[in-house]
């Protein structure tokens, strides 16, 4: 079965550091991976996905994420980050050519940064 | 750029009542979802739907939850016979021609709170 895990429930960092919110995924295929971003009462923002080619993605807001095969990993990172950046980030998966078309979430890591 | 749109954004409902959540996806996608959050747990997909049908369920998914497209426009998810524990944040979300390829683009949601 298709899974995706976030190991961190909270990331909490100092304005300015560099940011890291970790995603791991085990799936049958190719994956398709993406990264959403939810605020307060909100809805699901797209922030980056991969679909093939370089591994290092760049995406909305100043974030990237690097897709490591090896690792079946794909971390979300930002070099310096901001009081704004403050919300819930989740990682979700899909198969390549695989018959469904779902994205699969992961559980969500609450990302915290102070000033 | 182009949105998906839900409505309402909030809805209360007593426990037993039908409820029908609404939502107008991009329209060239082809790909419907509805997904629900419970408040602060992961995003869980309930069902897909292509080409006028239901493609994939989750198990979430039962007989009381049906979907529909009636008029080219709007997708619907009903709630037969609301129970408590259908309080969540339902998304809506649409897709292109290669779902995940092209990306997902989700609705701002609706709070379903059952009283």
């Known amino acids: 079965a298709q899974s995706v895990a976030q190991p961190e429930d909270q990331v909490n960092v100092a304005e300015g550091n560099p940011l890291t919110v970790k995603c791991t995924y085990s799936?049958?295929?190719?994956?398709?991976l993406f990264w959403y971003v939810q605020y307060p009462n909100r809805g699901l923002q797209f922030l980056l996905k991969?679909?093939?080619?370089?591994?290092l993605v760049k995406g909305s807001y100043g974030f990237e994420a690097e897709f490591n095969k090896s690792q079946t990993s794909f971390h979300l990172k930002k070099p310096s980050a901001l009081v704004s950046d403050s919300a819930l980030y989740f990682c979700?998966?899909?198969?390549?050519?695989?018959?469904?078309?779902?994205?699969?979430f992961g559980k969500g890591t609450t990302l915290s940064v102070s000033s | 750029e182009p949105e998906v749109t839900q409505t309402p954004s909030h809805q209360v409902t007593q426990m037993g009542q039908e409820v029908i959540l609404r939502c107008v996806p991009i329209s060239n996608h082809l790909y419907f979802y509805w997904y629900r959050q419970i408040l602060g747990q992961k995003v869980e997909f309930l069902v897909s739907f292509y080409n006028n049908e239901i493609s994939e369920k989750s198990e979430i998914f039962d007989d009381q939850f049906s979907v529909e497209r009636p008029d080219g426009s709007n997708f619907t998810l009903k709630i037969r016979s609301t129970k408590l524990e259908d309080s969540a944040m339902y998304f809506c979300?649409?897709?292109?021609?290669?779902?995940?390829?092209?990306?997902?683009?989700f609705g701002s949601g609706t709070r379903l709170t059952v009283v």
């Open positions: 979700a998966v899909r198969v390549f050519n695989q018959a469904g078309t779902a994205l699969i």
């Open positions: 991969y679909i093939t080619g370089d591994n």
């Open positions: 799936v049958s295929g190719n994956p398709y």
């Open positions: 979300a649409s897709s292109g021609r290669d779902p995940g390829y092209y990306g997902y683009t």
